[in-house]
């Protein structure tokens, strides 16, 4: 009953650095989505995709790549992490776009 | 995407009182959302509505879908201490349906011993 995962949970990051976000979902929803979010902002969605080889930007999507070659899988990427990315992310999945999302537990990164 | 504004930002009551917040957008809204987020976790859903009008209730918490569809209320009945949180309204990011959420700033729930 693992529902939404993400790893890692925490990940500290120098400014230049890439790294990946991972997300898996085994409820087989069909929309997936990513999130950050920062103090006083609530949640800002970054990029989503309603299916498999299928993404779309979001609010906030300059300086994030995604892909989703699989159903369970909805990996977020930072090319060259900068200190404005500092945040906690959250990966969402649902049956669709507007009905209810379940969150994972999020990734807290800092960027120095 | 659509804007929320969520009130109040942060709500100082007893335990047992009842609580009141409120979302408003700036556009028609065809599905409102509540959730709560614990510290150090994700969000997580309280309350879905569908139709303008519509009342739901979850235990000790109620939800309104407003009739202009511009608004949505929350209200949670005799607060007990594990209803700290946040609580979160949202919507279509789009209005269409087909894509993520969109989210207020939240409402900071603290309880006062």
């Known amino acids: 009953n693992a529902g939404v995962t993400q790893t890692p949970k925490f990940q500290v990051l120098k400014t230049g650095q890439s790294m990946t976000l991972q997300c898996a979902q085994d409820m087989n929803h069909e929309y997936m989505s990513w999130y950050r979010q920062d103090p006083g902002m609530g949640l800002r969605l970054i990029h989503y995709s309603v299916g498999a080889g299928i993404t779309d930007q979001g609010e906030v999507p300059n300086g994030y790549n995604v892909s989703r070659s699989t159903t369970e899988d909805f990996p977020l990427r930072l090319l060259s992490a900068a200190p404005s990315q500092t945040s906690v992310y959250f990966c969402?999945?649902?049956?669709?776009?507007?009905?209810?999302?379940?969150f994972g537990q999020g990734t807290r990164l800092t960027v120095v | 995407g659509q804007q929320l504004n969520q009130s109040p930002q942060s709500m100082f009551i007893q335990e047992g009182e009842d609580v009141s917040m409120n979302c408003t957008s700036s556009s028609i809204f065809n599905t409102w959302l509540w959730y709560k987020q614990d510290p150090g976790e994700g969000p997580v859903l309280l309350i879905a509505?569908?139709?303008?009008?519509e009342l739901t209730s979850n235990g000790r918490l109620t939800a309104q879908f407003g009739i202009t569809r511009k608004d949505s209320f929350l209200n949670i009945s005799a607060s007990i201490p594990s209803d700290v949180g946040i609580y979160f309204c949202?919507?279509?990011?789009?209005?269409?349906?087909?894509?993520?959420?969109?989210f207020g700033k939240g409402t900071h729930l603290i309880i006062q011993p």
């Open positions: 509505l569908y139709k303008a009008g």
């Open positions: 949202a919507g279509p990011y789009s209005g269409g349906g087909a894509d993520g959420l969109t």
């Open positions: 969402a999945s649902s049956y669709s776009g507007a009905a209810e999302a379940f």
